[in-house]
T-cell receptor
Framework: DTEVTQTPKHLVMGMTNKKSLKCEQH?????MYWYKQKAKKPPELMFV???????INESVPSRFSPECPNSSLLNLHLHALQPEDSALYLC????????????FGQGTRLTVV | GQNIDQPTEMTATEGAIVQINCTYQ??????LFWYQQHAGEAPTFLSY????GLEEKGRFSSFLSRSKGYSYLLLKELQMKDSASYLC????????????FGRGTSLIVHP
């Protein structure tokens, strides 16, 4: 199994809603990442978890709250988002934070209305 | 941080060869990656270079010159399915080990 699975694939939410994005991998990887990608732009790093501990937070607003319940799961909790937060949210994993190859999930297309 | 530059868009003909260039500036180089991303899909890993020279993998090759801050991705025998965005990403020695992505080059392959 070399997949990173993200759910849901699409999400539409209002600015007062609370929702969560989920990411799962069963490759035994100990580093997991959240990226945000706007149309025709490169992925931008949001958070890095290494061995279930948050190791990097790229100054992301608190309306995005990551959680790593165990080594296979990574969540991104969303609350009071703005329309400009609409984007493709990508999860990735790698064996270790120092490894050269990251495996990306298919992403969640988020629209904030 | 890094300053990464690659062309915005390129076009090529099916069966041809195309070279996508990437230049970068970084205070401490620790590897360069190439990813392919089809529209609406996740990036997929293509190659990693940390030493100078050419790495070949099937129809795709990647070259690195650290002294020039330069890399290219070479795609041979182009196929229509190669139409995608190609992202150059650079990792520095700052300790995070996380590469920073360039804006990507949109490659259009036509018959």
């Amino acid at each position: 199994d070399t997949e990173v699975t993200q759910t849901p694939k699409h999400l539409v939410m209002g600015m007062t809603n609370k929702k969560s994005l989920k990411c799962e991998q069963h490759m035994g990887h100990r580093a997991m990442y959240w990226y945000k990608q706007k149309a025709k732009k490169p992925p931008e790093l949001m958070f890095v978890y290494s061995y279930e501990k948050l190791s990097i937070n790229e100054s992301v607003p608190s309306r995005f709250s990551p959680e790593c319940p165990n080594s296979s799961l990574l969540n991104l909790h969303l609350h009071a988002l703005q329309p400009e937060d609409s984007a493709l949210y990508l999860c990735a994993s790698s064996p270790d934070r120092t490894d050269t190859e990251a495996f990306f999930g298919q992403g969640t297309r988020l629209t904030v209305v | 941080g890094q300053n990464i530059d690659q062309p915005t868009e390129m076009t090529a003909t099916e069966g041809a060869i195309v070279q996508i260039n990437c230049t970068y500036q970084t205070s401490g180089f620790n590897g360069l990656f190439w990813y392919q991303q089809h529209a609406g899909e996740a990036p997929t890993f293509l190659s990693y270079n940390v030493l100078d020279g050419l790495e070949e993998k099937g129809r795709f090759s990647s070259f690195l010159s650290r002294s020039k801050g330069y890399s290219y991705l070479l795609l041979k025998e182009l196929q229509m399915k190669d139409s995608a965005s190609y992202l150059c990403a650079v990792r520095d020695t700052g300790g995070s080990y996380i590469p920073t992505f360039g804006r990507g080059t949109s490659l259009i392959v036509h018959p």
